[in-house]
């Protein structure tokens, strides 16, 4: 079946530093990635996108890379502030037009 | 233009009881979900509705039926409530079920006791 596996269930930066957080998928047949951002207390927050037919997508301070040889997905937040302290979520579009989500990376950063 | 909004925000109910959930989008979305999230097992997929008139199932139905009578309204039952329904459930729409993404409403946790 369709799976998201996350690489790390926590992380814990500098503030200033890159923040890297990685998502793995099992299905090679899947065409859409997204992560998103969740605080405590809110609904998921939509962070960027992308389609299968590209490996890489720039929004403002983040990056996300997307290497289909080995199913993996990556998330890059360039110069993470406080305000950047939450829960990351990758997904695919699954079968139904769902989003299969992964388990979450908490990231916190240090001042 | 307030996007999506689900009610209630919390709620205590004691097992055996009937509950709706309730969500509303106003962006003219075709598509409707919802999710529960429970610790450690991120979001899972309920139930969904790809248009007005049409639902399915998704990856844990059991205990919870939906219905979509217009576009905007996309109710949660649980018929019987059970401790294991304990949970944070989040209603999502999305233009279609295609490639675009979802946008969340702000969840309504549920405790059944």
């Known amino acids: 079946g369709e799976s998201v596996g996350l690489h790390l269930p926590t992380l814990s930066v500098q503030e200033g530093d890159n923040s890297i957080i990685n998502c793995a998928y099992s299905n090679s047949a899947s065409d859409y990635f997204i992560w998103y951002k969740q605080e405590s207390g809110k609904g998921p927050q939509f962070i960027i996108d992308i389609r299968s037919n590209m490996d890489k997508r720039q929004g403002q301070r983040v990056t996300v890379l997307l290497n289909k040889t080995v199913k993996h997905l990556s998330l890059q937040i360039a110069a993470t502030q406080p305000g950047d302290s939450a829960v990351y979520f990758c997904?695919?579009?699954?079968?139904?037009?769902?989003?299969?989500f992964g388990k979450g990376t908490k990231l916190s950063v240090k001042p | 233009i307030a996007g999506i909004t689900q009610a209630p925000t919390s709620q205590i109910l004691a097992a055996g009881r009937r509950m709706t959930l309730r969500c509303t989008q106003d962006m003219r979305h075709n598509a409707m979900y919802w999710y529960r999230q429970d610790l450690g097992l991120g979001l899972r997929l309920i139930h969904y509705?790809?248009?007005?008139?049409?639902?399915g199932k998704g990856e844990v139905p059991d205990g919870y039926s939906v219905s979509r009578a217009n576009t905007d309204d996309f109710p949660l039952t649980l018929a019987s409530a059970v401790p294991s329904q304990t949970s944070v459930y989040f209603c999502a729409s999305s233009p279609s079920g295609g490639l675009y993404e979802q946008y969340f409403g702000p969840g309504t946790r549920l405790t059944v006791t």
């Open positions: 997904a695919i579009r699954g079968s139904q037009g769902n989003l299969i």
């Open positions: 509705s790809n248009t007005a008139g049409t639902t």
